[in-house]
């Protein structure tokens, strides 16, 4: 059977410190030499994770940014991206403005990212204005009036932090806005809330039948922790959540597995692949 193993990352495969454990390392690569078909899913943007799996020897694309992206680690491309309707964009903006919040707007040509920001106070939101950031996309700037880019650019995400309170009514408008999809979820690291605005043909679930299509795959294994990973759990012939993992996500999965910190999604895969 042709298996593909798809793993969310922060809190699924990263441990709690955001890195991959040596015996992570050492086990995912004894199962790739193996071709085991092997990829993660995230929210993270290329630049945000692309470092942090250098020592892995991934040769399957990848899901990125909740399905925007299919990316090839093992040569740094990108092999496809989901475009937002300009539409939507401004009606998503529109909620931003009416809720006086700002937000992160995410361009993508010639292959690279460009990201824009309305408010100089969100420099502050590491997650999305980080070191990686300024070093790897192409223009990172300020700009209070995002909607003139919107006309003249292709964009493909939007995203802002802040506490549960703060971003819910956000999210609450934004479901009823046509031809997006919106990802909700909590921020183990930090305890505030991200919300993350996408074309709805861009969420995990869908990147991953085309994966799996893309792959001839009989089968896909689904590791999660989050919010953002359920709509996998939904098209997955198993789906297996790690014990440090939401409640809501536990109940969903066939089976709970060790910690993110215990080395459980490597330990799973290279016992089903070596019996061990």
Request: hydrophobic share 40%; proline share 3%; charged share 25%.
């Amino acid at each position: 059977m042709n298996t593909l193993y798809l793993s969310d990352l922060d809190g699924t495969l990263f441990t709690t410190k955001k890195s991959l454990s040596e015996k992570t390392i050492m086990l995912l690569n004894d199962c790739l030499a193996k071709n085991v078909n092997f990829a993660v899913a995230t929210a993270r943007m290329p630049y945000g994770c692309d470092y942090r799996l250098e020592p892995l020897n991934l040769t399957t694309p990848s899901i990125l940014t909740n399905g925007v992206f299919l990316y090839d680690f093992s040569t740094h491309s990108y092999l496809g991206a989901k475009k937002m309707y300009p539409e939507a964009v401004f009606d998503v903006l529109e909620v931003f403005n009416e809720m006086d919040t700002g937000v992160f707007l995410y361009s993508f040509s010639q292959n690279q990212i460009q990201i824009y920001y309305n408010r100089k106070a969100m420099i502050k939101q590491t997650q999305y204005y980080s070191d990686r950031a300024l070093k790897c996309c192409s223009k990172v700037d300020c700009q209070p009036d995002l909607k003139s880019f919107v006309s003249v650019s292709d964009i493909v995400y939007l995203a802002c932090t802040d506490t549960e309170e703060k971003l819910k009514p956000i999210y609450t408008a934004i479901q009823k806005i046509k031809g997006v999809s919106c990802a909700f979820y909590l921020n183990i690291y930090n305890g505030l809330y991200c919300i993350e605005i996408f074309s709805d043909q861009a969420t995990k679930k869908n990147a991953l039948l085309e994966l799996k299509s893309m792959l001839h795959c009989d089968e896909v294994v689904v590791f999660g922790d989050n919010l953002n990973d359920l709509s996998m759990f939904e098209v997955a012939d198993r789906r297996y959540a790690v014990s440090n993992a939401l409640d809501s996500v536990k109940e969903l999965a066939d089976e709970i597995i060790p910690s993110c910190d215990e080395d459980g999604v490597a330990a799973f895969i290279h016992k089903e692949i070596f019996g061990d």
